[in-house]
């Protein structure tokens, strides 16, 4: 018989975040990396946010959606959950899940064997905002294996081509050269620290010159 399938624009289920820790952390990598690709339409990540895979049933009995997942080669657009069979088939290239006391063992075996054997999702990394405890998983011939840190203690993301490592007790992305990933308020602090220094050479360089008995004004 043909399969029945639900609506396609279905509402996310989420429950509230444990705390404030986590939602402030969520929004931290959304942030960077909407930043970050500013230019790019070619992905959607979310955070707390409902992912459909089975138009047999609405959602798995055991499973929520994850803290923090990318999806990419996909349309960059609002949406209010992820309908698998909406969107071509896919599932998230990475997902990231922020643990707690209530949800940890949830995180570290549940959640990743639908990660690993339903999603086939090519990498999983979970973090805990207070222990800091950090840990990822690359898919690799159908089996989570761990990533191995580098001298920094971060993990290589091969899906978004970035480090994930923490940064003053966040987790944050760094460059495949090992520079933090700014947010858009960093960003423009570096840039007017930046012209700030700028002026303070050329202020120097005047009063060189005058100094010498030039007009700067003149040149």
Not at 28 to 56: E, M, V
Not at 188 to 200: D, H, I
Request: aromatic share 12%.
């Amino acid at each position: 018989e043909d399969i029945e399938f639900p609506p396609g624009d279905l509402e996310s289920q989420e429950l509230p975040l444990e705390s404030y820790l986590h939602l402030q952390q969520i929004l931290l990598l959304i942030k960077c990396l909407d930043w970050l690709w500013q230019d790019r339409n070619d992905y959607f990540d979310a955070g707390n946010l409902t992912i459909y895979y089975s138009p047999h049933q609405k959602k798995s009995s055991d499973f929520r959606g994850p803290d923090f997942f990318v999806v990419l080669d996909t349309e960059r657009r609002s949406r209010k959950s992820w309908v698998v069979w909406e969107e071509g088939g896919k599932y998230p290239n990475i997902i990231v899940e922020l643990l707690s006391s209530s949800t940890a063992k949830t995180d570290r075996t549940e959640k990743k064997k639908i990660y690993q054997e339903i999603f086939r999702t090519p990498e999983y990394f979970w973090f805990d905002p207070e222990s800091l405890e950090f840990q990822g998983f690359a898919l690799i011939q159908g089996t989570y294996q761990p990533i191995t840190p580098n001298d920094m203690g971060h993990l290589w993301s091969e899906q978004l081509q970035l480090f994930l490592g923490i940064e003053n007790r966040q987790l944050r992305f760094f460059s495949p050269d090992g520079v933090l990933v700014p947010t858009p308020e960093e960003s423009a602090t570096e840039a007017q620290q930046q012209l700030e220094v700028e002026r303070q050479q050329k202020d120097k360089l005047a009063a060189k010159l005058r100094e010498l008995g030039i007009d700067p004004e003149q040149l």
